[in-house]
């Protein structure tokens, strides 16, 4: 069930359009914000909201990568595996994740401070390996920086965790 509030934000952005449809992304991440991200019920209920079926609710959410549809961890660390990144050691990237938080893609650390997801081409080719955490663009990845971003996340949770 959506809130007061999440009501009134989807709202907002209905008046700028002609159909309500036209506000579904937006709607989605306007849940997501809340919740970090969007279940089967705030689909249906997104979907009634906009008079839309939760059918072309969900397709519009699993089109794009940003919305999730499962829950994910206080930090999404996308791993571009796109042709410059793979060429340049994604891989890596990888096994790193895998060795250092014990995470495939796809997976949340048990701490829930972690979620490893594969993305295509962020558009950093000349970059690479990229990553985008949080929404930032992590470039030239190596492991020195990937080391450095763990530990900040980690002291922004608020103390060291154990992997
Ligand atoms: S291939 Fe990774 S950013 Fe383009």
Same mark, same amino acid.
């Given at each position: 069930m959506?809130s007061? =509030?999440?009501k009134?934000?989807?709202?907002? =952005?209905?008046?700028r359009? =002609?159909?309500? @449809?036209?506000?579904c992304?937006?709607?989605?991440?306007?849940? *997501?914000?809340r919740?970090g991200?969007?279940s089967d019920? @705030?689909? +249906?209920?997104i979907? *009634?909201?906009l *008079? $839309? @079926?939760?059918?072309d609710v969900?397709?519009?959410? &699993?089109?794009?990568n940003l919305?999730f549809r $499962?829950?994910v961890?206080?930090n #999404?660390i996308?791993v571009?595996d @796109? #042709?410059?990144?793979?060429?340049l050691?994604?891989? *890596?990237?990888k096994?790193y994740l895998?060795? !250092? %938080?014990?995470i495939?893609m796809?997976? &949340? !650390?048990?701490?829930?401070l972690?979620?490893?997801?594969?993305?295509?081409?962020?558009?950093?080719?000349?970059?690479a390996?990229?990553?985008?955490v949080?929404?930032?663009? +992590? %470039?030239? &990845?190596?492991? &020195?920086m $990937?080391?450095?971003?763990i530990q900040?996340?980690? =002291?922004?949770?608020?103390?060291?965790?154990?992997a």
């Amino acid at each position: 069930m959506l809130s007061e =509030e999440e009501k009134r934000e989807i709202m907002e =952005e209905c008046t700028r359009y =002609e159909k309500k @449809s036209a506000v579904c992304i937006e709607a989605l991440r306007i849940v *997501q914000r809340r919740h970090g991200w969007v279940s089967d019920d @705030s689909i +249906i209920s997104i979907a *009634q909201f906009l *008079q $839309m @079926s939760p059918a072309d609710v969900d397709g519009v959410a &699993t089109f794009y990568n940003l919305i999730f549809r $499962m829950p994910v961890g206080k930090n #999404v660390i996308f791993v571009c595996d @796109s #042709v410059s990144c793979w060429l340049l050691g994604c891989d *890596q990237i990888k096994n790193y994740l895998r060795s !250092t %938080l014990g995470i495939e893609m796809g997976q &949340t !650390t048990p701490d829930g401070l972690f979620t490893a997801l594969p993305i295509a081409c962020l558009g950093h080719c000349e970059s690479a390996p990229a990553l985008w955490v949080n929404g930032d663009p +992590i %470039l030239r &990845t190596d492991e &020195t920086m $990937m080391n450095d971003l763990i530990q900040k996340c980690r =002291e922004k949770a608020g103390g060291r965790l154990s992997a």
